[in-house]
């Protein structure tokens, strides 16, 4: 039977009176990789948004690990630190050294020890081929480079999940494949994750599951393999047939 880590229900979220989110429902099992994917606008970051409380939300109910989330900062604060998050921008601190950045929440937030966090962030870094960069500043490094620190402080809080928000968007292509190589490794080590991204054949490769959204609704919820393969909506065959999929 399937372990369900997170489950959502009839979602709704709205800037003012703008809808951008309706009547939103899924669910993730624990080691399954979800990716939204969609047309710009069809409201995928803002959803990834509200699953760690940087978006508020008017109506519908989150579980997590079959526990209904109360949306404060208090319980937000809390549930981070299970849900890991990665954005399009880096969002590095620019003043403090690659170490310092990893271990940042490790220390101050989970009270680990210093040597101990320090430790952790090295054998990561050296995961991603980074390790020679702990005590360099975010402006010495490339933005694939920076993505991958991005991964890695992330992955530094232990997550139960991760939410990836096209964190390719901003890269060169050259320095793209090194990402996606990172989180292909996640999905290989069975790390629950939900992926916005306009990477096809990286979608295909990772998705278990696939939402396609168009202003801000589900229009199809189907198997990863199938949904590359034969999409139930003219919809979806005509988004795929724009990027050239």
């Keep these: ?20 989110l309706h009547d939103i429902n899924f669910e993730v099992n624990t080691g399954e990789v979800l990716v939204l994917l969609g047309p710009s606008g069809s409201g995928k970051s803002t959803l990834i948004r509200c699953l760690n409380g940087l978006e508020p939300y008017q109506s519908g109910d989150i579980y997590f690990k079959g526990d209904h989330v109360t949306p404060s900062s208090k319980n937000w604060q809390k549930l981070r630190q299970k849900i890991g998050m990665v954005f399009q921008s880096y969002d590095l601190f620019p003043n403090l050294k690659i170490m310092d950045n990893i271990t940042l929440g490790p220390i ?35 933005g694939g480079q920076k993505q991958r620190i991005a991964i890695v402080r992330a992955l530094a809080l232990h997550p139960e999940f991760m939410l990836f ?6 890269l060169d292509p050259e320095m793209v494949r090194g990402v996606l190589e990172i989180m292909l490794d996640l999905a290989k080590q069975k ?8 990477e096809m054949n ?7 599951q696939v939402l396609f959204l168009e202003e801000g609704r589900i229009l199809e919820s189907t198997p990863g393999a199938q949904f590359f393969t034969d999409p139930k909506t003219d919809r979806a065959k005509e988004f795929l047939q724009s990027m050239d999929f």
Aim: no cysteine; hydrophobic share 45%; net charge negative.
């Design 202 to 208: 990286f979608a295909h490769q990772i998705a278990n």
């Design 191 to 198: 790390m629950t994750m939900i992926v916005v991204t306009h």
């Design 1 to 20: 039977m399937a372990d369900e880590l997170l489950r959502v229900e009839n979602l709704n979220k709205a800037y003012g009176d703008q809808p951008v």
């Design 108 to 142: 101050k937030v989970q009270k680990q020890a210093k040597n101990v966090a320090e430790k952790e962030a090295l054998a990561l870094l050296d995961s991603v081929d980074l390790a020679d960069y702990a005590q360099k500043y975010p402006r010495e490094l490339s």
């Design 165 to 170: 928000d096209e964190v390719t968007a901003s």
